[in-house]
């Protein structure tokens, strides 16, 4: 495999979105318009690359399936009125894929969309249908969370919603001095802490066979 021959830890990808419109710029990414097919060969795919002590970060969650204004457009959970869409439909058609490929592969990573739904980015909430925190209580993801390219809006919204990872790097958002503002507005806070896969380097996959099969240290590399 490229990346890891390169060296590299994670691979960002695979893209489990929707295939909602032939205007999609990306939906080429992604295995089909099916929910079910589309989350099942993902998990396929992703237990076959972390086989090879590569982590995939899953993406982009969720709702990202057009690139027209993909910052800003909101996707509103309420009842069916033109231009909104239902909690049924959220969860059958934008959110099946990745629950059916986390819960059957496990991946080490998970990329958060720029788009927003209800009016909050993704990157700020970690609920996303009301109340509940599908990621981790729901699904029981245990791996980290990063954002999409330019996908951080809001630092303290960002470290409520248990988002460990700004991209690219260095951070423009998440950086020491506003996470300590943040600490410092609010002594009372909790940080989440962050997943063990952050510091073994690309989320877990941080060591690799050698040529005589012995457990090797993988190679610092740029993503």
Same mark, same amino acid.
């Not at 990346?3 to 590299?8: M, Q």
């Not at 998970?110 to 970690?126: A, M, V």
């Not at 791996?143 to 988002?163: P, Q, R």
């Not at 040529?211 to 190679?219: K, M, S, V, Y």
């Given at each position: 495999?490229?990346?890891?021959? /390169?060296?590299?830890? !994670? ?34 795919? !992703? ?10 970060? !899953? ?29 049924? /439909? ?9 629950? !059916? ?123």
């Amino acid at each position: 495999m490229n990346d890891r021959t /390169a060296g590299g830890h !994670i691979l960002l990808g695979p893209t489990v979105n929707a295939q909602r419109s032939p205007l999609g710029g990306r939906s080429f990414e992604s295995f089909s318009e099916d929910p079910h097919v589309n989350g099942t060969i993902s998990a396929t795919y !992703i237990n076959g690359l972390q086989s090879k002590d590569v982590a995939a970060a !899953i993406k982009h969650y969720v709702a990202n399936d057009q690139e027209f204004e993909r910052s800003s457009i909101s996707m509103d959970v309420k009842q069916l009125t033109p231009g909104e869409v239902s909690e049924r /439909a959220l969860r059958e058609i934008y959110l099946k894929p990745f629950q !059916i490929a986390i819960h059957d592969s496990k991946p080490r990573a998970l990329t958060t969309s720029c788009n927003r739904i209800g009016g909050q980015h993704i990157s700020e909430d970690k609920r996303t249908v009301q109340d509940i925190n599908i990621l981790k209580a729901e699904w029981g993801l245990g791996g980290m969370t990063m954002s999409d390219w330019m996908g951080v809006y809001n630092t303290a919204e960002s470290i409520k919603a248990e988002l460990y990872l700004e991209m690219p790097s260095p951070p423009i958002v998440l950086t020491g001095s506003e996470v300590a503002q943040v600490c410092i507005a609010d002594p009372q806070s909790t940080l989440p802490r962050p997943p063990k896969e952050l510091h073994e380097g690309g989320a877990g996959a941080g060591r690799q066979q050698d040529g005589d099969g012995q457990a090797g240290p993988r190679r610092n590399r740029p993503l």
